[in-house]
T-cell receptor
Framework: GQQVMQIPQYQHVQEGEDFTTYCNSSTTLSNIQWYKQRPGGHPVFLIQ?????EVKKQKRLTFQFGEAKKNSSLHITATQTTDVGTYFCAGLDNFNKFYFGSGTKLNVKP | SAVISQKPSRDICQRGTSLTIQCQVDSQVTMMFWYRQQPGQSLTLIATANQGSEATYESGFVIDKFPISRPNLTFSTLTVSNMSPEDSSIYLCSVAGLLAEAFFGQGTRLTVV
């Protein structure tokens, strides 16, 4: 069945350092979405990527969708303590079913 | 975006009992989704709640254990039946937005003792 894997599982960075999480799907996705879940909170939608090779930016966050639409990445430049949380990718298949990635937990040390 | 109210926010329950979680949306939606998130883990879809028909369950989840109601287009309940400590988890309801993005309720943190 469909699998969406994320690496790394955990990342500890010093404030100001960059951070990247990678998402890989076993099959081609119609689109990919990214979510952020703060500790004790619920996942919150960040962005959606639809086109092959698409790159989108939100301030310090850069999102990329692979050419084959099977992988994606989220890069945060110059992390801040407010970036702490778990980042999930979610692939949408052709039946509009979500497959959430395993998540990357980011800790930022001040 | 949809505003989703979920309750209770947390509960501690005795094993063998059942808990019903309620989810109210501020707009009419065709499908509502129920997820489980075990501590430190990702989200696993339990079922899709369709108004006017039976819920559609994912592999590993059955109606007897997780009965779902969907009486109208703004409300759904999920019951966790005959609970055991393994059911301790966060349960989240969700609806899809215009981009098919997921909006989540605040979640119900369930502890079974």
């Amino acid at each position: 069945g469909q699998q969406v894997m994320q690496i790394p599982q955990y990342q500890h960075v010093q404030e100001g350092e960059d951070f990247t999480t990678y998402c890989n799907s076993s099959t081609t996705l119609s689109n990919i979405q990214w979510y952020k879940q703060r500790p004790g909170g619920h996942p919150v939608f960040l962005i959606q990527l639809v086109k092959s090779g698409e790159v989108k930016k939100q301030k310090r966050l850069t999102f990329q969708f692979g050419e084959a639409k099977k992988n994606s990445s989220l890069h945060i430049t110059a992390t801040q303590t407010t970036d702490v949380g778990t980042y999930f990718c979610a692939g949408l298949d052709n039946f509009n079913k979500f497959y959430f990635g395993s998540g990357t937990k980011l800790n930022v040390k001040p | 975006s949809a505003v989703i109210s979920q309750k209770p926010s947390r509960d501690i329950c005795q094993r063998g009992t059942s808990l019903t979680i309620q989810c109210q949306v501020d707009s009419q939606v065709t499908m509502m989704f129920w997820y489980r998130q075990q501590p430190g883990q990702s989200l696993t879809l339990i079922a899709t709640a369709n108004q006017g028909s039976e819920a559609t369950y994912e592999s590993g989840f059955v109606i007897d254990k997780f009965p779902i109601s969907r009486p109208n287009l703004t409300f759904s309940t999920l019951t966790v039946s005959n609970m055991s400590p393994e059911d301790s988890s966060i349960y989240l309801c969700s609806v899809a937005g215009l981009l098919a993005e997921a909006f989540f309720g605040q979640g119900t943190r369930l502890t079974v003792v």
